[in-house]
């Protein structure tokens, strides 16, 4: 049986850093991603905002357990760009973090063990500049009750450190709640005692 991940270290917010060798640039961006799919935006990006880069190396993690992970080359040699960049995330632990090098070519090759080190350290570099968070993994639930059971129910998600996501209230009440994945058992019970539908 797989242990579940509670809590997962990511970063803040962006964060930027260079290494340059013998007139080649590195030029690294490190930002917080919560899918795939704006990973690949942010990739998007900064290739049309760097558009006169020779390569566009980058990795991210994602996920509690970085369980979805993706490491490019952008024709470098193989194993070069993206897998030195994997590394730092991996050696850091972070998830939900998309790290992407830009090169500028300074005329001198720097062979395998040079692009290799220049990669690692220009992902190094930002990664530094970040500041590393911890966060909670948390499902999302939602919950109807009465109007009547509102005290009550906003009592019970301070204590269970459950975040309101959206509400809605009338006669009845209808909250799309964040849970901690650890509290969700012991929530889904409390909410019970509240005759609370979710």
């Given at each position: ?12 917010a962006?964060?930027a850093g ?44 994602i996920?509690?357990d ?9 024709g470098?040699p ?5 897998k030195p960049?994997?590394?730092q995330?991996?050696?850091?632990e972070?998830t ?23 990669y ?8 530094d ?17 009465p109007?009547d ?27 799309e ?22």
């Open positions: 049986m797989t242990k579940k991940t509670y809590d997962y270290k990511t970063i803040a962006f964060a260079v290494f340059k060798d013998r007139g080649s640039k590195f030029l690294s961006f490190a930002f917080p991603v919560e899918s795939e799919e704006q990973a690949r935006e942010q990739v998007r990006k900064i290739k049309k905002e760097y558009f006169d880069a020779r390569h566009h190396c980058f990795a991210y993690r996920g509690p970085g369980e979805q992970w993706r490491a490019n080359d952008d470098e193989s194993s070069t760009g993206g960049i994997l590394g995330l991996l050696s850091r972070l939900n973090v998309l790290v992407v090098v830009v090169r500028y070519f300074g005329g001198t090759l720097l062979g395998v063990s040079g692009l290799i080190n220049a690692r350290s220009a992902a190094a570099d930002a990664l500049n970040a500041q590393t968070v911890e966060k909670t993994v948390r499902e999302i639930i939602t919950i109807t009750f109007y059971h509102l005290n009550a129910m906003m009592k019970l998600l301070k204590e269970e450190q459950a975040e309101i996501r959206a509400q809605q209230c009338d006669m009845e009440c209808a909250f709640v964040a849970v901690p994945l650890q509290k969700k058992e012991k929530f889904l019970q409390r909410t019970g005692k509240l005759k609370v539908k979710s």
